[in-house]
Structures are given as structure tokens and as C-alpha cells.
């Protein structure tokens, strides 16, 4: 091994006091000024003794010496020999260069402050705020349904980290949401999966965390990494509420995030409303309406004055809010047998306008009783149903389907995705017949026979951009709708989509029901945020086992053509053991944003529905 000379150690440590950032080159440039000044001081004196006139001591001319350095314009008025003024000009073309680089690594050093704090790397400082974590299109969806939860709230904080501009990250938000009202949204620069970056969010102090499934080839491993960063801090937590995108990995989310975390399967939960909303149209806006904080809202109240009383009974307890469920020690259930007593230790889980709009009912109900019709259910018969196009959930969705349909019932899948139709072993009560077919090819469309199906429904093709698959449905559904008015076929058509902007176009094509997956998520974890109790409520509407929501016919409740309060139409949904929640007026199912349903009217309002309107209940298949 060859011996380190002097120079090679002295270089390296020259290269370590450079690389130490702007104060170091500053601090090199001053010893480079202080030679330059005492070597034009020396040569003066040494060459020209005397000079300038009137100059004695050698304090003086280092003055001069310095003055040239830094103010090279002097030189212009400098008087005396030319040895002399060739000693000032060396001077002063010496000082060019050292104020020149002097200038540079000032204004290189103030733009990376700058750049620093524009980025945003201050610790937030305030507290009760909700830390959303990640970045995808769901956060302008949960960023807008926070404003509206907290409008009325002042001093409101919702806080962002993720790997992009903090200035980028703020214009989008003001241009997808627009006014925040009396919340403002904090944003910072930095890793989710770093610990020090994750110190910025004060999470100790926070109300809430959010932590969003990433626009990515492997989404859910990102998030699963956030979940151990999280988990690294010691102290207080505040409840996780997590998006993944698969399946397959929350039993990995779960062990690395613990038990403060709540996980959202976005399959699931899309698979299971993509279903529901393909047997009961308006499935997906009754959900949307729930998940929202626009109109009903889901609250758990504590029984008082209910308590002792039946479910039955505690339907009519509540003028301004409709009872949907209990809260129980042992769980969840909505819509209850009708016997049930409700207990001190229970909550009534209730939708409401507000919170504090839940009022009790004065006096008895006003009952209509000529006007009420009982009529038994009628049997469930085989149905067929057709899946246009493919995607990675199409597998989940079909499982479910065969939980709700008849035995016998049948399934076409028309789709040319080389995966289509692949491990659908098991079904017990679906037949499933799988077809090669451009869907968005009209006369492979009608080649498909689709008058003899009940049910379309129409997926988001997953071997394109979302832009590009929601442009490939929206022409599939301009073909089946013109295909049924020219052909005179009635079928329910159920529509999945990735963008919200979309619906407005697709509202052209007068489909049944439109879900917007990313948006459905997007709400549900907006929800959990506020209040993560609901998670249970919410689990059990989109499982397919005990009470769900059905829009029904409104002629099985009432007599069409009466006129009824509200309150007529839960005592006759109460007798067929099921909880009434809103209904829908057929006159106005293509009118956004509700498409015609009214979740948790007035139980004194007055109303008449026809045959073609539907009461919107939660019952038992």
C-alpha cells in the first residue's frame, strides 16, 4: 500500500471543508480576500513607498487595498505612477472576481433557503388536525367532505405529506375543491415512510390520521410501509384509517399497522356496491348520500328516552332522524327483529341531517291505515345477467353475485381481456358463460342477445389508463341505451368508472347506476376519519349477509295515488319487518344529484307515490 502523500491529505481535507455547504465557500473566499488585500498592501508599499500622496502608514494602505478589492470602480480615480496604479488595477480585477463569487453563492445560498421553506419543512404546531398521508386522486374527495363536515367548526386543520410540491399540492387542492371555507389545508414536503418527515405532522396532537393508497404499480406496499413508519413512533396514536387497493394484503396491512388502524378494502367495498347497485337501482346514490356529508348523515346517539322500548317502536321515536340499527356491546345490526328491546348499554344508530337536528317525536304517528299495503315478497326466481368487459376485481364480483341470486340463475361474460372468465371455481349458484367481444363494437354487442338479460353490468376495462377506460364504457353504454330504445328491451344497466367528471357525461346515456370506485373510497374514508365507529356500520351495509339497503316497489307499502305522511311508510315497512329510510320519485330519477331519492324526509311530511316510485328500505333478501 503506497504511502499518503501531504498533498493528497491536504486536498481531502480542502474537499471536506467545500463540500460543508454555502458558509464554508464563504469563509474560503474571505481568507482568498484577506491575501489578496495584504499582498496589494505589501506590493505597494515595497514597489511605490509614498504612494499614493499623502498616505503614510501601512494601516492606510490596506484600507486603500481593501477598498479596491471590494469597490473595483475606485480604480477610475486612482492617481500616480504607473507601477502604482498597475498594483491597484491587479488589485481591483482580483476583488472583481472574489465579489463576483461572493454574489453567486449569496443568491445560490437564499434560493436553497427559499426553496427550503417553500417546500414546507416547519413542524406543523397546530392540534385536533387530520394528517392525510400519501397523495392520489381521493384526496380532493376527502379534502372537500372535510370542509363540509367541519364548516361549522373554526380553527380547522387538515394536514398533508407527500413527495410533491408543497405549492402543487395547494393549487390542486383550490382547483379541484375551491372554497375551504373556514378550514385550511397545510401541506409539506416529505417522504410518509420517513420517520423525521412524519415528526413535520405533530402527530401526537392530531385528531385523525388518513393514510391513502398511491397512484402506483404496487400501491398497497407503500401504504403497508407507511403503516410500520406509524407504528415505529412511540406515544400517543391517533386512529389510523388506511386504503388498500387489494385483497390479498390486508392481513400484511393489519399486523403492520395494529390495532389502531382500520383498513378499507377498496375491492371489496367497490365489488360488493358494483353488485347491490346491479339489483337495486340506485343503489350506489343511496350509499354516496350516506357517505357524504351533504345531506344524511349516520350518527350514534345514546338511547335516554328510548331505552326499554322495542326497535319496532324507537322507529317512530325520532320526528327529524330515522333509526336504522343498534350499536351493541356485542356488535352491529341494522334493522334488528323488530322485538328487540333496547338496552342502557346500547346506541341507536340513527341517519340524520345533522347532529343536532335529531329530534324526538311529539305524540303518536300519524298512520294512514287505508292507506297501507302488506303484500308478501315475492319468491326469488333464476336470473341472467351479463358483464360486459374485465378487470382485476371482476373475479370478487361475481363470487358475491352468487350469494344473492337464485339457484339456476346465469352469467355471461362478453369481454375480449385474455383474463376473462379465469378461477371461477366454486359458484353454487351461478352458471358462467364466457364470450370473446369488443364491447365497444356494436354489432358484437348485439350479437350478444342482450334482451334476454335483466341485469347488465358494464366494467372499467383495467388494461388502459382510467381516462382511456371510462371513454371505452361511456361508448359501450351510448350502444346499449340506443340499443334499447331502438329494440324496445328493458334491462338495468350498472356502470363502474374511475373519474368523477365523467358521470355528467355519462348521465347522457341515462344509465341505471354509475359507481365511481375512487370516489366511494374516497368517502368511506373521509367518514372514518371523523368518526371510525361507523366502520362496523358501513361493513355491515356492503356485506351481503343480514339487512342491506333495497330500493323496493313503493305499491308494496302504499296505496299509489294516496296521500301518506312518511310516517305511513315506516309503520307499513315495520309490519313486513323491515326499517323505511327515504324513497325515490321515478319522475325525477335522471335529475343529479340525487337521481330522485330523499333519504330521511320529515316523518310529518306528506307525499304521494306512484307505481313507478320505489321506497328505499333496509331489509332481509
Not at 499614493?52 to 487595498?65: F, H, N, Q, Y
Not at 404546531?125 to 363540509?148: N, P, R, Y
Not at 329530534?359 to 358483464?387: F, I, M, Q
Not at 382485476?392 to 340463475?409: K, T
Request: aromatic residues 4%; proline residues 4%.
Amino acid at each position: 500500500m503506497s504511502k499518503i502523500t501531504f498533498r493528497e491529505r491536504a486536498r481531502y481535507w480542502f474537499d471536506n471543508t467545500m463540500s460543508r455547504g454555502t458558509a464554508s465557500l464563504i469563509g474560503w473566499l474571505a481568507v482568498v480576500s484577506i491575501g489578496l488585500i495584504v499582498v496589494v498592501a505589501g506590493l505597494t508599499l515595497w514597489l511605490t513607498p509614498g504612494e499614493p500622496e499623502g498616505v503614510g502608514s501601512a494601516g492606510e494602505v490596506l484600507w486603500i487595498a481593501l477598498m479596491h478589492a471590494l469597490t473595483p470602480g475606485r480604480i477610475a480615480s486612482d492617481k500616480g505612477s504607473i507601477t502604482y496604479m498597475t498594483v491597484m488595477f491587479a488589485g481591483s480585477l482580483g476583488g472583481l472576481f472574489i465579489v463576483s463569487m461572493l454574489v453567486g453563492l449569496l443568491s445560490n445560498g437564499l434560493k436553497e433557503r427559499v426553496d427550503r421553506l417553500r417546500r414546507g419543512r416547519s413542524r406543523i404546531v397546530e392540534s385536533g388536525h387530520t394528517v392525510v398521508l400519501g397523495w392520489s386522486d381521493q384526496m380532493f374527495t376527502i379534502v372537500a367532505e372535510l370542509v363540509k363536515a367541519h364548516a361549522s367548526q373554526k380553527g380547522s386543520v387538515i394536514a398533508v405529506l407527500a413527495e410533491r410540491d408543497k405549492l402543487e399540492m395547494e393549487e390542486e387542492i383550490r382547483e379541484h375543491v375551491g372554497d375551504l371555507g373556514r378550514t385550511r389545508v397545510v401541506c409539506r414536503t416529505g417522504r410518509p415512510t420517513e420517520p423525521r418527515d412524519l415528526a413535520l405532522m405533530n402527530l401526537a396532537a392530531a385528531r385523525s390520521v388518513v393514510v391513502l393508497s398511491p397512484e402506483s404499480e404496487d400501491p398497497d406496499a407503500h401504504v403497508i410501509k407507511i403503516l410500520l413508519a406509524l407504528a415505529k413512533r412511540t406515544g400517543i396514536h391517533p386512529p389510523v384509517v388506511a386504503g388498500l387497493a387489494s385483497s390479498r394484503n390486508i392481513a400484511a396491512a393489519r399486523l403492520a399497522g395494529g390495532a389502531d388502524v382500520h383498513l378499507v378494502d377498496s375491492d371489496d367495498t367497490a365489488s360488493r356496491l358494483i353488485v347491490q347497485s346491479s339489483r337495486q337501482s340506485g343503489m350506489s346514490v343511496v350509499c354516496m348520500d350516506l357517505l357524504n356529508f351533504d345531506g344524511g348523515e349516520i350518527y350514534l346517539r345514546t338511547p335516554k328516552k328510548t331505552v326499554g322500548l322495542t326497535y319496532g317502536e324507537a322507529l317512530h321515536a325520532y320526528q327529524t332522524a330515522s333509526v336504522i340499527g343498534l350499536r351493541r356491546p356485542s356488535g352491529v345490526v341494522l334493522n334488528p327483529p323488530m322485538d328487540t328491546v333496547i338496552a342502557a348499554e346500547d346506541e341507536v344508530i340513527v341517519i340524520a341531517h345533522d347532529d343536532s337536528h335529531v329530534r324526538l317525536a311529539a305524540g303518536k304517528p300519524s298512520v294512514n291505515e287505508s292507506a297501507v299495503v302488506v303484500k308478501e315478497k315475492a319468491p326469488t326466481e333464476p336470473e341472467r345477467t351479463l358483464l360486459l368487459n374485465w378487470n382485476g376485481r371482476a373475479e370478487q364480483i361475481i363470487r358475491y353475485l352468487d350469494g344473492y341470486v337464485a339457484p339456476g340463475s346465469v352469467l355471461e361474460v362478453a369481454a375480449d381481456h385474455p383474463k376473462a372468465g379465469t378461477n371461477l371455481a366454486g359458484l353454487r349458484n351461478l352458471t358462467v358463460n364466457v364470450k370473446d367481444c369488443d364491447t365497444t363494437d356494436r354489432y358484437a354487442l348485439e350479437s350478444l342477445g342482450v334482451g334476454l338479460f335483466q341485469h347488465v353490468i358494464v366494467l372499467s376495462d383495467d388494461r388502459f389508463d382510467p381516462h382511456h377506460s371510462d371513454t371505452r364504457t361511456l361508448m359501450t353504454l351510448l350502444q346499449l341505451r340506443d340499443m334499447q330504445s331502438r329494440l324496445g328491451e328493458h334491462y338495468s344497466i350498472v356502470s363502474e368508472m374511475h373519474d368523477e367528471n365523467n358521470r355528467s357525461l355519462a348521465e347522457v346515456t341515462e344509465a341505471d347506476d354509475i359507481v365511481i370506485s375512487d370516489t366511494v373510497i374516497g368517502l368511506l374514508l373521509a367518514q372514518l376519519a371523523e368518526n371510525r365507529h361507523l366502520a362496523d356500520v358501513f361493513g355491515y351495509l356492503f356485506d351481503s349477509r343480514g339487512s342491506e339497503i333495497y330500493p323496493r316497489p313503493a305499491a308494496s307499502y302504499v296505496k299509489p295515488g294516496a296521500q301518506v305522511t312518511f310516517s305511513t311508510v315506516v309503520e307499513s315497512a315495520r309490519r313486513r319487518g323491515e326499517t323505511a329510510i327515504g324513497y325515490r320519485k321515478a319522475t325525477a330519477r335522471n335529475d343529479p344529484p340525487h337521481y330522485g331519492i330523499v333519504l330521511n324526509p320529515d316523518k310529518a311530511e306528506s307525499l304521494v307515490l306512484g307505481e313507478k316510485d320505489s321506497v328505499i328500505v333496509l331489509a332481509e333478501r
